[in-house]
Nanobody, 124 residues
Framework: QVQLVESGGGLVQAGGSLRLSCAAS????????MGWFRQAPGKERDIVAA????????YYADSVKGRFTISRDNAKNTLYLQMNSLEPEDTAVYYC?????????????????WGQGTQVTVSS
């Protein structure tokens, strides 16, 4: 089992940047594929980005391609999401998630463990 704690959210102006972190407990972080999801008010939770166990394979939602970068440091048991050129439409609660097995997946049901979420608000 793994416990996940997100940090790094906040309020930023459009065009700005934020870096989210997700600290994972346990000694088997490197065996999990990881993902970032987000949920805006009144909307479903959607995939933002995902990364395989080694970091060699990644996935991005079309809406964030070229602006967001997912990465991981297995030595530090930490997942990151670098968010640049933020837009008001990026406003949401951002969640990190871990899935048993190291391959990238893009749907909620494929993930086994979730953090509590961190709020990102982008003002226009």
């Amino acid at each position: 089992q793994v416990q996940l704690v997100e940090s790094g959210g906040g309020l930023v102006q459009a065009g700005g940047s934020l870096r989210l972190s997700c600290a994972a407990s346990g000694r088997t972080f490197s065996s999990y594929a990881m993902g970032w999801f987000r949920q805006a008010p009144g909307k479903e939770r959607d995939i933002v980005a995902a990364i395989n166990w080694s970091g060699a394979n990644t996935y991005y939602a079309d809406s964030v391609k070229g602006r967001f970068t997912i990465s991981r440091d297995n030595a530090k048991n930490t997942l990151y999401l670098q968010m640049n050129s933020l837009e008001p439409e990026d406003t949401a609660v951002y969640y990190c998630a871990a899935r048993n097995g190291g391959l990238v997946r893009t749907t909620e049901k494929d993930y086994n463990y979730w953090g509590q979420g961190t709020q990102v608000t982008v003002s226009s």
